[in-house]
């Protein structure tokens, strides 16, 4: 079963956040790209769920969307568009098809998630490259990573990271075709409480449920 165009255009969403330089930015050389992730993970330990909303750009086309997590689940929107997993199941919704995709999720298979970012995506990626640039006034520790799972569909990703909080606020994603996937987020909020229902999908009335696992 292949997806539709929208919903493989929200799962370019999944490749993560950091995005073209919306301005100069100061690279300058930092510690190791290892010392700067295990740091950021550290950081990263007391966060239980994360919301923000962000704006994908991808071939010169921009989509606003807006995300939730909480560990390995998250609920992401992007127009009328909606992926949502639990850890275990992904629904992929499309009101546009009347049609929901369910199949098993396994976040080696997803790319780079945006959830990822705030909790152990060193188990997917691995540290090649850190420095630091000012963006907007604005000291970030900038972290290059690449999957370590060769059949990946990410080349690499880059991860611009405030000093100040270890908050994510732009991330650039190549796929194998070549193509980026650039991403900004905004009005990031750690610790909310988030119900249950946040992970979980249930298909409007009339949706076709097509079921992969």
Do not use: C, K
């Amino acid at each position: 079963m292949t997806l539709s165009t929208p919903l493989r255009a929200l799962g370019l969403a999944l490749l993560a956040t950091t995005v073209l330089f919306a301005g100069q930015a100061e690279a300058q050389s930092a510690t190791s790209p290892e010392a700067v992730a295990r740091r950021l993970q550290q950081r990263y330990a007391q966060v239980r769920t994360v919301t923000a909303d962000f704006v994908q750009t991808t071939g010169g086309q921009r989509h606003s969307g807006r995300l939730q997590v909480r560990g390995d689940a998250f609920r992401m929107t992007l127009g009328e568009q909606t992926l949502v997993t639990d850890g275990t199941t992904l629904w992929s919704y499309s009101p546009a098809d009347e049609q929901v995709v369910v199949q098993d999720y396994d976040a080696r298979q997803q790319g780079f998630s945006i959830g990822q970012l705030f909790t152990d995506y060193l188990r997917v990626f691995r540290p090649v490259g850190a420095t630091r640039a000012t963006l907007g006034g604005v000291r970030h520790d900038v972290l290059t990573l690449r999957p370590r799972d060769a059949g990946s569909s990410v080349r690499d990703a880059t991860v611009y990271v405030r000093s100040a909080d270890a908050i994510p606020t732009r991330v650039r994603v190549r796929d194998t075709n070549g193509a980026l996937h650039a991403f900004d987020l905004s009005r990031v909020q750690l610790n909310q409480s988030l119900p249950a229902s946040t992970f979980t999908f249930s298909a409007p009335r009339g949706t076709e449920v097509v079921d992969l696992r």
